[in-house]
């Protein structure tokens, strides 16, 4: 017998887990090819679980479940089973892809990070957004890429600057409940006592050339894997120009939101672009 039921049901979990945390990621990892969508829904659930250790689970010892975590993780990659269905999903992808190991320490280490720093300094965001966003980027783009090694190896900048783009659209974003909720603060040299237009446009600036230099890659993306991060990379568009588009008290004080509706006529008119080859 083999253990073919329990990937399959463990891959559920990490599809469930995407679906009831972001309904914009879900739309996206519909729109590749089928083929990817389970690793990818993999790859989601085990960042996602490892963020709410960090982020959500106040009333419980956040350090020791963070070290179990990260125990459990590597047993599941060394072993190729665990009984936590999500981490089960995850080593499936992991090791079936050829993840390098230093993605899944990358990663453990920024998550690592946000237990004990609440602000940082230029080197410090640099590698707490190379370990958080850029190496998930590279993690997905090990799965588009299905063992094309020197397609990976060329399209590897631009993936690392899109999941930077990402995760720096989710800082301003979330700017109320890090920094009002949790005293944190991701922008070096921003005082956000004092958040006025001028430091909004400063990290709106690099986040533009983050996102010039990610799509140059997405055009080059197989096409089997376009067409979904595109979806992404304009829903996210869509966020950022919204963001910009809102004074800076109001980006402190709220978290800016895409309407649903929104995010359908983003859909219709990515899948439009991709079946005209416009992408």
């Known amino acids: 017998m083999s253990k073919n039921l ?8 990490s599809k469930l887990t995407t679906r009831a945390y972001s309904t914009s990621f879900s739309l996206g990892i519909q729109c590749l090819k089928k083929e990817l969508q389970g690793p990818i829904y993999s790859i989601y659930g085990f960042v996602r679980f490892a963020d709410e250790i960090v982020d959500t689970f106040h009333d419980f010892d956040k350090a020791t479940l963070l070290s179990r975590f990260r125990e ?3 047993r599941a990659l060394e072993e190729g089973i665990s009984l936590n269905p999500i981490l089960n999903s995850y080593q499936q992808t992991a090791n079936h892809f050829n993840f390098e ?4 320490d990358q990663f453990l280490k920024s998550m690592e990070m ?3 720093l609440t602000s940082y300094d230029q080197k410090g965001i640099e590698d707490y957004i190379m370990g958080s966003a850029e190496v998930v980027g590279l993690m997905c783009l090990r799965v588009f890429c299905e063992g094309d090694e020197a397609q990976y190896q060329k399209l590897k900048p631009a993936a690392m600057k899109l999941g930077s783009a990402f995760q720096k659209i989710n800082f301003l974003r ?5 920094f009002n909720g ?4 991701y922008f070096p040299g921003i005082d956000l006592t004092n958040f006025d237009e001028a430091s909004k446009s400063k990290i709106e600036a690099d986040i533009a050339e983050d996102f010039h230099a990610a799509y140059l890659g997405i055009k080059q993306l197989p096409r089997t894997a376009r067409f979904g991060v ?3 990379y304009l829903y996210y568009l869509a966020l950022f120009k919204k963001i910009k588009n809102t004074p800076s008290h109001v980006v402190l004080q709220n978290r800016i939101r895409v309407r649903n509706r929104h995010k359908l006529s983003i859909l219709a ?3 439009v672009k991709h079946q005209l080859n416009m992408i």
């Open 6 to 13: 329990y990937d399959s049901v463990s891959l559920t979990c």
């Open 72 to 74: 459990d993780t590597y």
């Open 101 to 104: 190991r230093a993605l899944t």
């Open 114 to 116: 946000d237990l004990h």
């Open 174 to 178: 979330d700017l109320n409940a890090d």
């Open 182 to 185: 949790m005293g944190r603060t």
């Open 230 to 232: 595109y979806v992404a």
């Open 269 to 271: 008119y990515s899948f």
